[in-house]
T-cell receptor, first 113, second 113 residues
Framework: AQKITQTQPGMFVQEKEAVTLDCTYDTSDPSYGLFWYKQPSSGEMIFLIYQGSYDQQNATEGRYSLNFQKARKSANLVISASQLGDSAMYFCAMREEGQNFVFGPGTRLSVLP | DAGVIQSPRHEVTEMGQEVTLRCKPISGHDYLFWYRQTMMRGLELLIYFNNNVPIDDSGMPEDRFSAKMPNASFSTLKIQPSEPRDSAVYFC???????????FGSGTRLTVV
């Protein structure tokens, strides 16, 4: 069974608009972390944001925020005020306690001028 | 901090040749991971080390693949003999203990012809 699901293979957004990238996960472990990574066309993997399963507040990092809905097991990434440089693949990942990362299949975001 | 350093960035080799990929983790990071990324299979964990000791190599596809970490600042992933289906981007990542995100290297794009 897929532990991380990203249902949007590709997304388009107009520059300066906000966009939400979906991520749902599957775990029975009460302690886990959720992560989002960005992979631009140059290929490197860039860490964006982290949400712990016990965190009460949604994580935010600049223009990135994580819409964490624990009961629904979803951890959507919200990018506000999209920029052309945001065009990239975005991977959602989960790390259960004592386990390694599991990555989702990714969503390709294209920001239109 | 220079980040996780991988070499080479690109490698083109002929089928049957030995290939060695190199990684220098971030100083002080106890964990080192080797991932492979392909279009078909996404990001796959091959092997990871903790304090230079291989912990889980269940992701290594077959005996042609081997990985070593002779000290805390250096790891190699070797493929011998290489095959065209090994063509992929190979990432090295490191992290300190605990619930931290991984820091990835820039990756090595391997092409086996």
């Amino acid at each position: 069974a897929q532990k991380i699901t990203q249902t949007q293979p590709g997304m388009f957004v107009q520059e300066k608009e906000a966009v939400t990238l979906d991520c749902t996960y599957d775990t029975s472990d009460p302690s886990y972390g959720l992560f989002w990574y960005k992979q631009p066309s140059s290929g490197e993997m860039i860490f964006l944001i982290y949400q712990g399963s016990y965190d009460q507040q949604n994580a935010t990092e600049g223009r990135y925020s994580l819409n964490f809905q624990k009961a629904r097991k979803s951890a959507n990434l919200v990018i506000s005020a999209s920029q052309l440089g945001d065009s990239a693949m975005y991977f959602c990942a989960m790390r259960e306690e004592g386990q390694n990362f599991v990555f989702g299949p990714g969503t390709r975001l294209s920001v239109l001028p | 901090d220079a980040g996780v350093i991988q070499s080479p960035r690109h490698e083109v080799t002929e089928m049957g040749q030995e290939v060695t990929l190199r990684c220098k983790p971030i100083s002080g990071h106890d964990y080192l991971f080797w991932y492979r990324q392909t279009m078909m299979r996404g990001l796959e964990l091959l092997i990871y080390f903790n304090n230079n000791v291989p912990i889980d190599d269940s992701g290594m596809p077959e005996d042609r693949f081997s990985a070593k970490m002779p000290n805390a600042s250096f790891s190699t992933l070797k493929i011998q003999p290489s095959e065209p289906r090994d063509s992929a981007v190979y990432f090295c990542a490191s992290t300190p203990s605990g619930d931290y995100g991984y820091t990835f290297g820039s990756g090595t794009r391997l092409t086996v012809v």
